[in-house]
């Protein structure tokens, strides 16, 4: 399934590079907005790249950025999950900038589909971002499409550490408006999942409890929110809304 990404700019839900905590993804950050910002016919280091990490590194979590910062600079921008890909038309557009999520999830009948779509990128000179949780020869995928993605420029994205995950959630917590001390930050680090999309959902669903209860945000409210949110799938709290 393609979904072509519209955010509310006025929305602080929405993950973007400036309420990113890079960590050590600088290099990975600066290539992302590279491949965003040069406009066609300028020199270009990589216009494919490859991110791969654990699970919870925060892979999605660069992607919406880089679909958000696409959009700020009015380039058409497609979101793909490798899992549904089912060969749909693809913009013919040379400036659209494809974004493939989850490689490793694609099913065998499937991965004819993304290998001809590379082919395609590739033609078009489109910009293609992939994401995986393994290296390019590690990918339980088809020979080919494993050696597609090995000729893109591979980041390993590097999960964030507890002080840069303290950091994540208190710069969430401050662009919504909310005071979130210390101890209560701390206390939730312990109990929470890395995965960044985990911490927004847990910071907006925190601000949520606050405000509804007009109760300040104390580590008793966090363990109520956090016990909530273990017993329920991840949701999304990316702000976006799909447009198919």
């Known amino acids: 399934m393609s979904t072509q990404l519209v955010f509310d700019f006025f929305d602080d839900t929405v993950p973007t590079f400036e309420r990113t905590v890079i960590g050590h993804n600088a290099e990975l950050v600066a290539a992302l907005q590279c491949l965003v910002q040069t406009r066609d016919g300028n020199p270009l280091p990589a216009a494919h ?8 590194s925060g892979r999605t979590h660069l992607l919406i950025a880089t679909a958000e910062f696409a959009q700020r600079h009015a380039r058409p ?7 549904h890909f089912a060969g749909e038309a693809l913009p013919e557009t040379p400036e659209a ?16 589909a993304l290998f001809n779509a590379y082919n395609r990128a590739r033609e078009l000179k ?9 290296p390019p020869l590690r990918l339980a995928l088809r020979e080919d499409l494993r050696t597609r993605i090995g000729q893109s420029l591979v980041f390993h ?20 408006g909310m005071r979130l001390e210390r101890d209560v930050a701390t206390y939730v680090l ?5 995965d960044p999309r985990r911490l927004a959902a847990f910071v907006a669903a925190l601000d ?6 007009q109760r300040p945000v104390t580590v008793a409210l966090a363990r109520e929110v956090l016990a909530e949110l273990e017993a329920e799938p991840l949701r999304d709290e990316s702000g976006l809304s799909n447009k198919e």
């Open 126 to 134: 489109q910009r293609l971002v992939v994401s995986g949780d393994a």
């Open 190 to 194: 312990h109990r929470i999942e890395r």
């Open 97 to 112: 900038i494809l974004l493939l999520d989850d490689v490793q999830r694609a099913p065998p009948g499937l991965q004819h």
């Open 157 to 176: 994205v590097e999960p964030l550490d507890d002080a840069q995950r303290l950091g994540f959630l208190q710069q969430w917590a401050q662009a919504r």
């Open 77 to 83: 921008v497609h979101y793909f999950a490798a899992e």
């Open 208 to 213: 949520r409890r606050s405000l509804e209860r």
């Open 49 to 56: 790249l490859y991110l791969w990490g654990d699970s919870g």
